[in-house]
């Protein structure tokens, strides 16, 4: 995988590699490229994609709250929150 | 009375008969646990006082002959399963700090009919790994072995087991994940239909091929867990709503397919194993028949592309905001974001992340997704069509025993090919148990019976008339 093949997935996934796992990660990405080139060897022209494994429809429930919001209770997990909102940097330079 | 490696249905029946406290089991389960576990690393975290809280109430309901299916059972928690008031890390800094604010379903059904945990079980960070070595905590040790791994990603749980620390664990599969360290630590463990046990509350890998399960020292354990794990959740979209049962008669002989090219490419004495189960099974009335599967490497290639695809989309929550680690380093919100992820993860993670936002976005004729989606159901109808001659499917569960600890570069490629042979399983929503079936310079060998959908009975039925004629699941580490 090139440099600017590799940069562009990195700001799709949002992070950030240090110098060693980029060398570590090119090559295993690689690796992992060249093993999935098997995908093409079968002809899937009339198949259909299959998205779970278990052929079911979705379940329907009565529309009634059952459970509290969980709002207040995930906002115990950090510390940046004020007002029911969570706290960020400016998101847009003026 | 020695309580160490019991089996849940033997300590089930002291129990009941007030033989042995619930308080007894749980102080020598915590005392073996402190003595122990140093070497082993199978815990990240314990619950002493809960517990004992748990046992004291357990042995009052005892008394009262308010008896259920698990009370005073010592479990441990695989630590992605949420439950309310305590950490929930996934292995990973990412969630060092997250304490969960509800119980999983599972957390909650066990806990429901009796089961006590004594806390959450290493694992590979986000379930991400076949060696147990990707853990934020540190790497897992096989308990037969100090200079081997675990297997993984459950690898605390499977080890925990072995060890004799607790009567069962809970796990999850998406991949092999229950299945190769059993093997490796030479216990059952066994992974139910997809949709059989609620997702609700497992931190997500791979939606559609995670799956809970259950590590046990016999099948007859592993079918008490089931009964008490299995059911419909409202809660999961993906949850099962057809009935279930562990103790539906299985008839028998059975015809058991054997896809003898999946043995080509091992050891010879990890054949030798496989071909003993064959004989003890054919011994018992069972009929052999020899059958072609999907092949393993297209399999692997195709478990690849969607579990990677799924798991850039499920963790792309972390966003450092709302929960999970936030850097302190960040000038602007993109930067907390990616700052946040890049030092929350670790290598393995993000390895993942970045090859599943490749297949999401690149391909010849498609994404690579699309075309692994198209796979997969070629993969299934390969094996739906094998389920037509045979009842139920003998194959291996890993290419090899335990791997040695920390290995290099090259055996991680390695690593990623532990997977071969169970990864079709869960592409095809299978039930499948690993036996212990042997060993090899004293280290375990396992051996998957894999069943048609929604024929779990079946499969645990068969492990555990395996298991009344053979004695490896008995064989216990020197700890």
């Given amino acids: ?94 | 009375m020695t309580l160490a490696f019991r089996p849940l249905v033997e300590l089930r029946k002291l129990l009941r008969s007030r033989s042995v406290s619930a308080v007894e089991v749980i102080e020598h389960c915590l005392e073996r646990i402190q003595r122990i576990d140093h070497q082993l690393n199978c815990f990240s975290m314990t619950m002493t006082d809960e517990a004992l809280h748990a046992a004291a109430q357990a042995d009052d309901d005892i008394s009262a002959r308010n008896f259920k299916l698990l009370s005073g059972i010592p479990i441990a928690h695989k630590d992605l399963f949420c439950m309310k008031g305590f950490p929930t890390s996934c292995a990973s800094n990412m969630l060092q700090n997250f304490v969960a604010p509800y119980d999983a379903t599972i957390v909650t059904n066990l806990r429901k009919h009796g089961a006590i945990c004594l806390g959450k079980t290493n694992m590979d960070e986000f379930a991400m790994g076949s060696s147990g070595e990707t853990s934020t905590f540190g790497s897992t040790i096989n308990p037969w072995d100090s200079k081997c791994v675990a297997g993984g990603s459950s690898s605390g749980s499977a080890a925990a087991v072995a060890a004799g620390l607790v009567a069962a664990c809970t796990g999850s599969d998406t991949g092999g994940s229950i299945r190769q360290p059993a093997a490796f630590c030479g216990i059952t463990g066994f992974k139910p239909t997809y949709g059989c046990f609620s997702r609700y509350g497992m931190i997500a890998f791979a939606s559609s091929l995670d799956q809970a399960g259950i590590h046990t020292h016999s099948a007859e354990d592993a079918a008490l867990m089931y009964q008490a794990m299995v059911g419909h959740d409202p809660q999961d979209p993906s949850s099962s709503a057809r009935t279930h049962s562990a103790n539906q008669p299985t008839r028998c002989p059975l015809t058991v397919g054997y896809p003898s090219a999946f043995l080509d490419s091992l050891s010879e004495p990890l054949v030798r194993c496989i071909e003993e189960a064959k004989r003890v099974l054919t011994a018992a009335g069972h009929r052999f028949v020899e059958i072609e599967l999907p092949d393993p490497n297209l399999a692997l290639a195709t478990y690849f592309v969607i579990s990677r695809g799924e798991a850039a989309s499920n963790l792309a929550r972390f966003d450092g905001v709302r929960f999970g680690h936030r850097s302190t380093t960040q000038t602007n919100h993109r930067d907390l974001c990616t700052q946040s992820r890049s030092e929350g993860f670790g290598e393995e993670v993000k390895k993942r992340i970045l090859f599943g936002n490749h297949v999401l976005t690149q391909g010849r004729g498609g994404t690579l997704f699309e075309r692994a989606q198209k796979v997969r159901r070629l993969i299934r109808e390969g094996y739906a069509e094998a389920f037509k001659k045979v009842d139920i499917i003998l194959a291996p569960s890993a290419p090899s025993t335990a791997m040695p600890l920390n290995c290099d570069e090259r055996d991680s490629y390695d690593v990623y090919l532990q997977d071969r042979y169970t990864v079709a399983v869960n592409l095809a929503g299978l039930p499948a148990i690993s036996i212990p079936v042997g060993f090899i310079d004293k280290l375990p060998v396992g051996a998957q019976l894999i069943g048609r959908q929604f024929s779990d009975q079946m499969v645990l039925q068969l492990a555990s008339q395996f298991q009344q004629l053979s004695d490896w699941h008995l064989q216990h580490p020197d700890l």
Avoid at chain 1, 35 to 40: A, F, H, Q, R, S
Avoid at chain 1, 50 to 71: E, F, K, M, N, Y
């Fill in chain 1, 1 to 94: 995988m090139d440099d600017q093949s590799l940069d562009l997935l990195l700001e799709l996934s949002a992070l950030r590699l240090t110098d060693a796992e980029r060398i570590r990660i090119s090559r295993s990405l690689d690796w992992l490229i060249e093993y999935v080139e098997l995908l093409y060897a079968k002809p899937i022209e009339e198949v259909d994609p299959l998205i779970h494994a278990v052929d079911h429809s979705q379940q329907s429930r009565p529309d009634v709250a059952t459970q509290v919001s969980a709002g207040n209770l995930l906002e115990t997990q950090t510390n940046h929150h004020r007002d029911g909102l969570y706290l960020v940097p400016k998101v847009i330079d003026t």
